[in-house]
């Protein structure tokens, strides 16, 4: 019987021929990784030779190849049929007694070590084609939990042997050319986690999006996980950088608070059964800080013992209050990306005002129907199916956009042979994400209502090309694809960065050739990520408007405290963008927001002025000081100290706006000084500070500025705009406005001479190198040491820095 069933303790990742990749995770995992700190329920797994023993002895190989010839997947009714023909086939066969007798030993065995009578266990699918290097089998086969009893396991264990021949199980095995009575499967008894008591959900060593490596994502919902993983919920996400916890930082870059409506827990007599959430556990993180970086770094070990990218599932006992790894499985996807070619997927007018609307109208020229989580960066598109029942797939037709509340793993068939999914539900590590990433097609889950607005036989575009963020427009928009093949690149002595604003998009952006982030702005970060204005979330006690109120109480759910909500999310905003380029330089211009562009935000009208020209007012360090901002410019150096002190993005360098003279200058870094920011610290060094060069003043008093800061960034658009007297919005004086004009160039070219003689470095990030033919050479010519654009403008940008070098 030792042939037949192996317990945790004698399987490794050897066996995955007896048990499946699954099961033989499992033991490598409870074998190896428990004696460094992580904690793997123990179990035991029938063997493939148990499988076999179980089909031949009973006739049932020879019948289910009978059943399966001249099968077509395409045709989803036939391919219904067959498969229910040898599931109910296998259910109603007998296992040999002597198979039984084994398992029930085994399950006493595992009772008794966990002092109970009788153990509930997980009893779960691991077929010995699944979670390869190309192949997941996401969900194919089924999972059985709150199994208590030998009755109650023998029943399921026989479940799980059929669900080898579910019809998007046939399906995906076609697919992938994997012939049926080639797999075999073995079942995992694994004791069961009480996450019905607390949260549980799955994680990746990896961005699952861009395949940015240094980072491990965790989804978390209440309750046991089968709702994460089948996108029944949309659950909290938590992004951690993997390299700088290891040395001791809490590198948490991002909390998002997910809806995790429903809860799934036992039920009676072996079940579960999903309930409602609360809303006032809705609206709290599942995890607390110190259990995301315990996770993250359970991801770490993971990856590091399989050498890959890694799948993970995990658990929280509500007993006794620890953390548990499930199961850990490659990841199949971007593990598998050739990382040197580029490809990007752009909509031809790709910044449209968008609108989302009920009933699809807009101001804008492409209307947005609904919007959700991207998953992958590509755009389809086609005639919309709203197909809301599993048993309706049959009608589905290839190159359609399948539109539905929820994937399960019976949804496969059609999902093939879609141009994109959308659904109401799910997350990034949802059904429908895990095989829409693999089937290589765009999806956008999570939406709320897509079922709702979206009608059968409508045209739309599915675009996850725009960041985390994933669009649903109505109609067939333009597109196009770009590649690119970075391995054919040479660098650049003149450093070549990126301008950034959205820290949704810095992973993929990652990939691109650059030496590091010239620009990124906060004012970006703060739209994004906050949309509040900062004195209204510091005088939020005194606000009369409850409107405005409800909205803030709205964006801060799951902070108690309203202020930290915005150190907290700005510093996310900031580490991120961090992270995706570490080690290299990310220069953070502190917000230089106008006053009328700070008004528009929450709260902002009863804190800003009006004022006739806000481009020359109020802006950049001449707020920080005044006593009527100079709390909130508080709340950026804050977010900055923890960024660099609890994080560890050493990498971060800051840069004041719109500095118009010299005691400004020395207010404003006394300031930061008050942080302890530029300070030298036990491991931590001291941070630089550099001032934009946009003001005349900033050229003709070069020197001195240079006495009092690290380093200069050029900003070209409003050095000509004050260079030149021109409004640089003014649509009747734009004839005048141009950066080559001499006055502008002669001033650059001085100014870049002048720093230098003051052992200082001076970039430039407008938009002009990219966007000016010879801007580039000018600018290599006159010495300057970066030339910071856009992303899009990056390679073309890069090819010219060479050439003009060369």
Same mark, same amino acid.
């Given at each position: 019987?030792?042939?037949?069933?192996?317990?945790?303790?004698?399987?490794?990742?050897?066996?995955?021929p007896?048990?499946?990749?699954?099961?033989?995770?499992l033991?490598?995992?409870?074998?190896?990784?428990?004696?460094?700190?992580?904690?793997?329920?123990?179990?035991?797994?029938?063997?493939?030779?148990?499988?076999?023993?179980?089909?031949?002895?009973?006739?049932?190989?020879?019948?289910?190849?009978?059943?399966?010839?001249?099968?077509?997947?395409?045709?989803?009714?036939?391919?219904?049929?067959?498969g229910?023909?040898?599931?109910?086939l296998?259910?109603?066969?007998?296992l040999?007694?002597?198979?039984?007798?084994?398992?029930?030993?085994?399950?006493?065995?595992?009772?008794?070590?966990?002092?109970?009578?009788?153990?509930?266990?997980?009893?779960?699918?691991?077929?010995?084609?699944?979670?390869?290097k190309?192949?997941?089998?996401?969900?194919?086969?089924?999972?059985?939990?709150n199994?208590?009893?030998?009755?109650?396991?023998?029943?399921?264990?026989?479940?799980?042997?059929?669900?080898?021949?579910?019809?998007?199980?046939?399906?995906?095995?076609?697919?992938?050319k994997?012939?049926?009575?080639?797999?075999?499967?073995?079942?995992?008894?694994?004791?069961m986690?009480?996450?019905?008591?607390?949260?549980?959900?799955?994680?990746?060593?990896?961005?699952?999006?861009?395949?940015?490596?240094?980072?491990?994502?965790?989804?978390?919902?209440?309750?046991?996980?089968?709702?994460?993983?089948?996108?029944?919920?949309?659950?909290?996400?938590?992004?951690?950088?993997?390299?700088l916890?290891?040395?001791?930082y809490?590198?948490?870059?991002?909390?998002?608070?997910?809806?995790?409506?429903?809860?799934?827990?036992?039920?009676?007599?072996?079940?579960?059964k999903?309930?409602?959430?609360?809303?006032?556990?809705r609206?709290?993180?599942?995890?607390?800080?110190?259990?995301?970086?315990?996770?993250?770094?359970?991801?770490?070990?993971?990856?590091?013992?399989?050498?890959?990218?890694?799948?993970m599932?995990?658990?929280?006992?509500?007993?006794?209050?620890?953390?548990?790894?499930?199961?850990?499985?490659?990841?199949?996807?971007?593990?598998?990306?050739?990382?040197?070619i580029?490809?990007?997927?752009v909509?031809?007018?790709?910044?449209?005002?968008?609108?989302?609307?009920?009933?699809?109208?807009?101001?804008?020229?492409?209307?947005?129907?609904?919007?959700?989580?991207?998953v992958?960066?590509?755009?389809?598109?086609?005639?919309?199916?709203?197909?809301?029942?599993?048993?309706?797939?049959?009608?589905?037709?290839?190159?359609?956009?399948?539109?539905?509340?929820?994937?399960?793993?019976?949804?496969?068939?059609?999902?093939?042979?879609?141009?994109?999914?959308?659904?109401?539900?799910?997350?990034?590590?949802?059904?429908?994400?895990?095989?829409?990433r693999e089937?290589?097609?765009?999806?956008?889950v999570?939406?709320d209502k897509?079922?709702?607005?979206?009608k059968?036989?409508?045209?739309?575009?599915?675009s996850?090309?725009?960041?985390?963020?994933?669009?649903?427009?109505?109609?067939?928009?333009?597109?196009?694809?770009?590649?690119?093949?970075?391995?054919?690149?040479?660098?650049?002595?003149?450093?070549?960065?990126?301008?950034?604003?959205?820290?949704?998009?810095?992973?993929?952006?990652?990939?691109?050739?650059?030496?590091?982030v010239?620009?990124?702005?906060?004012?970006?970060?703060?739209?994004?990520?906050?949309?509040?204005?900062?004195?209204?979330?510091?005088?939020?006690?005194?606000?009369?408007?409850k409107?405005?109120?409800?909205?803030?109480?709205?964006?801060?759910?799951?902070?108690?405290?309203?202020?930290?909500?915005?150190?907290?999310?700005?510093?996310?905003?900031?580490g991120?963008?961090?992270?995706?380029?570490?080690?290299k330089?990310?220069?953070?211009?502190?917000?230089?927001?106008?006053?009328?562009?700070?008004?528009?935000?929450?709260g902002?009208?009863?804190?800003e002025p009006?004022?006739?020209?806000?481009?020359?007012?109020?802006?950049?360090?001449?707020?920080?000081?005044?006593?009527?901002?100079?709390k909130?410019?508080?709340?950026?150096?804050?977010?900055?100290?923890?960024?660099?002190?609890?994080?560890?993005?050493?990498?971060?360098?800051?840069?004041?706006?719109?500095?118009?003279?010299?005691?400004?200058?020395?207010?404003?870094?006394?300031?930061?000084d008050?942080?302890?920011?530029?300070?030298?610290?036990k491991?931590?060094?001291?941070?630089?500070?550099?001032?934009?060069? %946009?003001? /005349? #003043? @900033?050229?003709?008093?070069?020197?001195? *500025?240079?006495?009092?800061?690290?380093?200069? +960034? =050029?900003?070209? !658009?409003?050095?000509?705009?004050?260079?030149?007297?021109?409004?640089?919005?003014?649509?009747?004086?734009?004839?005048?406005?141009?950066?080559?004009?001499?006055?502008?160039?002669?001033?650059?070219?001085?100014f870049?001479?002048c720093?230098?003689?003051?052992g200082?470095?001076?970039?430039?990030?407008? %938009?002009? /190198? #990219? @966007?000016?033919?010879?801007?580039?050479? *000018?600018?290599?010519?006159?010495?300057?040491? +970066? =030339?910071?654009v !856009?992303?899009?403008?990056i390679l073309?940008?890069?090819?010219?820095?060479?050439?003009?070098?060369?």
């Amino acid at each position: 019987m030792s042939n037949y069933i192996l317990s945790f303790n004698q399987i490794g990742i050897k066996n995955v021929p007896q048990v499946g990749g699954k099961n033989a995770s499992l033991g490598e995992m409870y074998q190896n990784l428990t004696k460094k700190g992580l904690r793997v329920p123990n179990g035991f797994a029938t063997t493939s030779e148990a499988y076999w023993y179980f089909l031949e002895s009973s006739g049932l190989k020879r019948k289910i190849g009978e059943i399966l010839k001249g099968l077509n997947t395409n045709n989803v009714k036939n391919l219904m049929e067959r498969g229910e023909k040898i599931r109910h086939l296998i259910l109603k066969t007998p296992l040999p007694k002597d198979l039984e007798k084994a398992i029930i030993s085994s399950y006493r065995k595992l009772s008794v070590g966990y002092g109970v009578k009788a153990a509930d266990v997980a009893v779960r699918s691991s077929a010995t084609a699944e979670d390869t290097k190309t192949a997941s089998f996401a969900g194919q086969m089924e999972s059985y939990l709150n199994v208590k009893g030998e009755a109650q396991l023998l029943e399921a264990i026989k479940k799980c042997i059929s669900s080898l021949f579910t019809n998007r199980a046939i399906s995906y095995r076609a697919e992938r050319k994997i012939n049926d009575l080639d797999v075999a499967l073995s079942v995992g008894i694994q004791k069961m986690v009480r996450s019905d008591m607390a949260c549980s959900g799955v994680m990746f060593s990896c961005d699952t999006e861009s395949g940015f490596a240094d980072i491990t994502v965790i989804n978390s919902s209440w309750g046991l996980g089968e709702n994460v993983v089948k996108g029944r919920v949309t659950p909290d996400e938590f992004i951690v950088y993997e390299p700088l916890i290891l040395k001791g930082y809490k590198a948490i870059i991002s909390k998002h608070l997910g809806t995790k409506e429903k809860r799934l827990i036992y039920s009676k007599n072996g079940l579960t059964k999903n309930i409602s959430v609360p809303l006032k556990d809705r609206q709290k993180f599942t995890l607390t800080d110190e259990e995301i970086l315990e996770l993250a770094r359970y991801s770490v070990i993971i990856e590091k013992h399989y050498g890959q990218p890694m799948d993970m599932e995990w658990a929280k006992d509500g007993k006794d209050k620890k953390l548990y790894l499930l199961q850990a499985r490659p990841e199949t996807v971007q593990s598998q990306r050739k990382m040197n070619i580029l490809e990007k997927y752009v909509l031809k007018d790709s910044s449209p005002k968008r609108s989302v609307s009920k009933t699809g109208g807009g101001r804008s020229k492409f209307k947005v129907l609904v919007e959700g989580i991207a998953v992958g960066s590509k755009i389809g598109e086609g005639k919309a199916h709203l197909i809301k029942s599993v048993k309706k797939i049959g009608e589905f037709k290839a190159g359609e956009v399948l539109v539905t509340k929820v994937t399960d793993p019976d949804w496969e068939p059609i999902m093939k042979i879609a141009k994109a999914i959308v659904t109401d539900e799910g997350g990034k590590t949802s059904h429908c994400a895990i095989v829409a990433r693999e089937l290589g097609i765009p999806a956008v889950v999570g939406t709320d209502k897509a079922t709702q607005i979206i009608k059968t036989g409508q045209d739309i575009t599915v675009s996850c090309a725009e960041g985390e963020k994933g669009y649903v427009y109505k109609g067939l928009l333009p597109f196009k694809i770009e590649r690119a093949d970075m391995g054919k690149l040479k660098s650049s002595r003149t450093k070549i960065m990126m301008n950034i604003g959205n820290p949704q998009e810095v992973f993929p952006l990652s990939f691109l050739p650059n030496d590091g982030v010239g620009l990124a702005r906060e004012e970006f970060i703060i739209n994004n990520y906050i949309g509040i204005h900062p004195l209204a979330l510091l005088n939020y006690a005194n606000l009369k408007d409850k409107k405005i109120k409800n909205q803030i109480d709205k964006l801060t759910l799951g902070y108690k405290n309203k202020v930290q909500f915005y150190v907290d999310k700005l510093a996310e905003g900031i580490g991120r963008i961090a992270a995706a380029f570490y080690p290299k330089d990310v220069i953070v211009r502190f917000s230089d927001f106008k006053s009328n562009e700070y008004a528009n935000l929450i709260g902002g009208k009863f804190f800003e002025p009006e004022e006739a020209n806000p481009m020359i007012g109020w802006r950049g360090a001449s707020r920080y000081y005044d006593a009527k901002f100079r709390k909130a410019f508080e709340l950026e150096c804050l977010a900055i100290k923890k960024v660099r002190e609890e994080m560890g993005f050493l990498n971060i360098i800051v840069m004041i706006p719109f500095c118009r003279t010299i005691e400004e200058g020395k207010k404003v870094l006394s300031i930061i000084d008050e942080f302890g920011l530029r300070q030298e610290k036990k491991g931590i060094k001291p941070l630089k500070v550099y001032v934009m060069a %946009e003001i /005349p #003043a @900033n050229v003709i008093l070069a020197e001195k *500025f240079a006495k009092i800061f690290d380093g200069f +960034s =050029i900003g070209s !658009n409003d050095l000509t705009q004050l260079m030149l007297g021109v409004d640089r919005d003014s649509l009747r004086l734009a004839h005048i406005f141009d950066e080559r004009n001499e006055a502008v160039t002669k001033s650059i070219k001085e100014f870049i001479s002048c720093v230098h003689k003051c052992g200082k470095k001076v970039g430039i990030c407008g %938009e002009a /190198p #990219a @966007n000016i033919p010879g801007y580039i050479e *000018f600018l290599i010519k006159s010495g300057i040491d +970066s =030339i910071s654009v !856009n992303p899009d403008s990056i390679l073309e940008t890069k090819l010219l820095a060479v050439r003009a070098e060369s």
